[in-house]
Structure formats: C-alpha cells, structure tokens
C-alpha cells in the first residue's frame, strides 16, 4: 500500500513537472532504490535521462550530483585526490564518489555517472565494490572506507545505437550489477504537447517542428547528426522573437547543415518550406 502511495505521488509529481515517463518504469526505478540496486538508465541524446534523474532526487527531497565520464577520467578523478595546501603539506580531498556517499550519510543522495560507456575499463572496474554485496569505497590516501548505505542513490547513463559509434561497450559482469531502464523518445502530438507546455509555443507550431524533426529522424543517413529534444526546445523558445522558420535556421538546421551551402539547400528544402516566417 505504501509502495502505491509512492508511486502515485511520484506520477503526480512528473506529471506537474511536465515530465512524461512511462509508469511501469517509474515504479522499476522507485523499485530499484527500495532495493538497493544502481540504476543503468539507457536513450538518446536529450531523451531526458539527466532531467529525469534530477527531478527524481527534488521528488525524494535529496542531493543530487552528476559526472561525465570521458576516456581520461580514473578512480582517483572519482575517489579521492592528494593536493598541497597552504602551509605545503599534503591533504586529501575528497571527489564525486566520496562526496555523493558523506551525503548519503544525512540523507538521499542521488549520483548520476553519465557516458559511463566511454570510461575506462579499469575505471569501471574500480566501481565494481560499490555495487556489490559489500558495498563500500576504498579511498587511496586516507585509507579510509565509507560504506554505501540506503541513501546512496547510484545512476549510470548512456546514449545507445549509432550515437555511440566507436565508444567500448560495457562488459555484461559490468551490467549484471544495474537494473536497466530504456528511455526512447517521445513523439507526435504527444511530443508536440509537451514543447508546447515548455516553450508556451501554440500547438499549430510545435506540431510542425515536429513534423520536420521526425522526417528527418527516420530519413537520415548514420553518419548525420542526432537532432535532441533539446534542440527542439531551443528552437522553440527562440522563436518567440524570431519566428519558426528563423529560429530554425540557427538551432535544427544550423546543426544538421555541414557549411553554408547546405545550410542554404536546407532552409529552401522540404523541411522548411511550410514553416512560417514571423513571430507569433
């Protein structure tokens, strides 16, 4: 019963949020917390992945923290450096990891480790004792252990398919720790809704930019950008003071174009050529 509460709370609070997510995997994440269990939340560029997460920790009324691991990132970058203070001896400072798990100490801490499929294996590796049954981070200079305890909220994201094109995949002892959770994109009227929520763009308009967004989604070649959510977002707001065609030149167009006179073939195109010229 408590479990329906939480969840129903939490649908009301997305919902508010403007924030659409699909039940089922909301309550697999409030789950997964309820158990302990990292999260590995999966989808494209601005699916919401990162969104989601923050507003998860402001549900929870906790701290949250977000790192992206690139290729050069080690432990050390996550655990726990050495650094010279001021009367020239050595101290220790703490990092992300050892930050989120002293939160976690008052209360919920939600850490969110992104592009966690572009760090290195030994990185990766070295996360493993957070997740298992023990449960606790080793740091390198003080020696000292703190331990992952119920408040520690741990998140690893990732884009998928052709957005990651030569990036190392995660190895499956890696992923058999997490439980997964796919974020795909929203689309249609109900995508257009939203923008409209967000941007206060009139619905006629944004059912437009999303029109020419999904034709060129699912016409274009592997090697052409990915178009976010995001991106739609901006292009939206922007044309508030510059019109829909306009803003769409300097956000979609301008990011799909490779030089100027393909930026040009663009805009005299398909894509925009119902699209109207001034503001509202």
């Known amino acids: 019963m408590e479990q329906m509460k939480e969840l129903a709370s939490a649908i009301k609070f997305f919902k508010d949020k403007c924030f659409i997510i699909d039940e089922n995997k909301l309550k697999a994440v409030l789950v997964a ?3 302990g269990y990292p999260v590995l939340a999966v989808g494209p560029t601005g699916c919401g992945k990162t969104l989601f997460f923050s507003l998860l920790a402001e549900f929870l009324k906790g701290h949250y923290d977000y790192a ?13 450096e050495r650094i010279i203070g001021k009367d020239g001896s050595f101290e220790e400072r703490d990092m ?24 290195k294996p030994e990185t990766l590796l070295a996360l493993h004792p957070i997740m298992d ?12 252990v703190l331990k992952v ?8 994201s990732c884009n998928e398919g052709d957005e990651y094109a030569g990036i190392n995949a995660m190895n499956m002892a890696f992923q058999n720790r997490m ?10 009227e109900q995508l257009a809704e939203l923008l409209t929520q967000k941007t206060e763009v009139p619905m006629e308009q944004t059912k437009m930019v999303v029109e020419t ?21 901006h292009w939206c707001q922007m044309s508030h003071f510059m019109g829909l065609k306009a803003a769409g030149e300097f ?19 398909d894509f925009f050529v119902n699209l109207p010229e001034g503001t509202e």
């Open 33 to 35: 917390i309820k158990c």
């Open 68 to 80: 992206s691991l690139n290729g050069s990132v080690t432990i050390h970058d996550l655990t726990q």
């Open 96 to 119: 992300i990891l050892a930050q989120w798990l002293r939160k976690a100490q008052k209360g919920i801490s939600i850490l969110q480790l992104d592009e966690i499929n572009a760090g």
């Open 133 to 144: 049954i023990k449960g606790e981070l080793n740091l390198p200079y003080s020696g000292e």
């Open 149 to 156: 305890n119920k408040n520690a909220i741990l998140v690893m």
């Open 179 to 188: 439980v997964k959770i796919h974020f795909p994109y929203i689309v249609g």
């Open 213 to 233: 967004w999904e034709k060129y989604m699912t016409s274009r070649d592997p090697e052409q950008p990915v178009v976010s959510i995001r991106m739609l977002e």
């Open 251 to 269: 956000t979609f167009a301008g990011l799909i174009a490779r030089d100027e006179d393909e930026l040009k073939e663009i805009l005299e195109g």
